[in-house]
C-alpha cells in the first residue's frame, strides 16, 4: 500500500514547515534558548501545521530525533474528541507527576481541546497551575472560542495562518515535480483556492487527482473531480449580471443547475467571484447580502435564481424619468424656466393680467378695472418683505443620479434601485426591498441627498421613502414567505428568455 502524500510530506523539522514562519522563527529561538515554557496553545484552521508543529516542538525540547516510524514513551498525543470526559482527564492528571522514562520532559499533545466538557476543562486547568517541572502541555484547537480564557491565560498562544493561493500553488509544485505528477499551473491554483488555505487538505487533493495518468492533468479534469462548475460559466454569469442582462444569467444557472452542479457548490463559487470583482463593481455587495443568506432557505436553488432573476427589476425605475431636450447650455439664459405662483396670488388675476382686452373699453369701465387690478396687486402683497433666498428650479432626477454618481457612488447604487417620482413639493423614493428603504432612511445616506439636490437646484423638496405594494396570489405568497420575500417574475410560456 502507497504512502499517502500528505504524511510522505509532513514537516518532521521547523524549516519544512511552510507559511508558518512567524510561529516557527519563536519556537526554535526559544527552544535555542532554553526558555520553554509549561503550556502552548496552538490556534488556527484545520490543516494548517498544528500537530505536526507541536510534534517537533515536543522532539525539540528533549533533543529527539522525528521520524514516522519513531514512537516515544514521554511523548504522549491525546485525542479530546474521543477522550473528552472528566475520568480521561483525572487518570491524565494521575499519570503527569510521573517522571519520564529517559527524556527530559514528558510532552503531553492534546489536538482537538475545545472537545473536552466544562468538568475536564475544570480538571485540566489544576494541572495547568501547577505542573510539575519535567512536564509540558501543547493544546491544539481549530475553535478557540470554545476554550475557557482561563485556559487560555496559562498558555503561550500561536495562531497559525491558513496559506495563501500562492504559497499553497508553490508547494503543492514542489511536491508534484518530486512525485513526477504532470499537472498545469491553473489546476495547481485551482486546487490550493478550494483547500480554502489548508496545506493538508491540499496534498491530499493532489494525491487525489494524481490518479489521473492520460497526459498532463487540466484544470478541467480538476473541476470535474471537484464537482465544480466550470470557471468560464461562472464568469458568463457575472458578466451577465454586470450588463444587468438578469434573463442570461438565469438561463445559465438554469443549465448548470440542470447538469447537476449542487447549489451550494454553485453559490460558493458565485460568492467567491462576486467578491474579487467587487472593489470594482460595488454593487455587487448588495447581491452577496442576499447570496449569503441562500444556503439557510428550504429551497436553495429557487432563491438563487430569484436572487439573480430580481436584478433586471431593480436595476432601473419602473418609470424612469425622461431626459429633458434643447436645454439650453449652463453658460445661456435658461429657456422658458417656470416661475412658481404665490399661494396668496389669485391664478384668474395672472391670467387677466396676460390676456389682453378683446374689445375697446368705456373710459369709467377702465378706471374700475384699473384700480380693481390694484387693489388685488396690494392684497397679495406680504406685509414684510421676506429675506432674499437662492432661486429653486425643477428638479431634474436624471441630472441628480449623473451628479450622485460621481459624488456618492454608494448611494447611486441605492437610488437607481428605487421608481422615482418627482413633484413640485417632494420627491418620492418606492423600492421593492426593505434593504434599500432601509439604508435609504439613514441619516446620513439623506442629508448627502439632500445636499447634492440644494447644490444643483438651489433648494430641496422633502424626499418620502416609500415601498412598492405587489399582490400576489395565494401560492406566490405561500412561496414567497418560505424564501423570506421576493417579487413576481414575468417568465414565458416556453421558458425561455
Known sequence: MSQALYRKYRSRGFDEVVGQQHVTDLLANAIKSGSISHAYLFTGPRGTGKTSVARIVAHAINELPYTDDATHLDIVEIDAASNRRIDDI????????????????????????????GESFNALLKTLEEPPAHAVFILATTELHKVPATIVSRTQRFHFRPGSVETVSKHLRTIADKESIKIDDAALRLIAEHSEGGFRDSVSLLDQVSSIKDGAITVDMVESLLGLAPHDQIEAVVNDIVSLDSSAAVSRLGTLLADGMSPMTIIAQL????????????????????????????APELKLLAAIGKLGQQAAPQHPVTPQKDVAPATQTPVATPKII?????????????????????????????????????????????PPTTESHPVDWSVVLAETQKRAPALYSILKRADTTVETDKIVLRFGFKLHRTKMNDDKQRRELASIITNLFGSCPEIVIEGDSVTLDDTSAAVADIMGGGVPVQV????KS
Not at 470583482?277 to 443568506?293: T, V
Not at 369701465?365 to 387690478?373: F, L, T
Not at 414565458?492 to 421558458?495: K, L, M, R
Open 90 to 117: 483525572r487518570d491524565l492528571r494521575e499519570k503527569v507527576y510521573i517522571a519520564p522514562s529517559s527524556a527530559k520532559y514528558k510532552v503531553y499533545i492534546i489536538d482537538e481541546v475545545h472537545m473536552l466538557t
Open 492 to 495: 414565458p410560456p416556453d421558458g
Open 271 to 298: 460568492t467567491k467571484t462576486l467578491s474579487d470583482r467587487a472593489s470594482d463593481h460595488p454593487e455587487f455587495y448588495e447581491l452577496l447580502y442576499d447570496i449569503i443568506e441562500i444556503p439557510r432557505s428550504h
Open 342 to 386: 404665490q399661494p396668496s396670488q389669485p391664478e384668474t388675476a395672472v391670467v387677466e393680467a396676460k390676456t389682453p382686452p378683446s374689445e375697446p373699453k368705456l373710459k369709467s369701465e377702465a378706471i374700475a378695472a384699473k384700480n380693481e387690478m390694484k387693489t388685488e396687486s396690494a392684497a397679495a402683497k406680504p406685509s414684510v418683505t421676506p
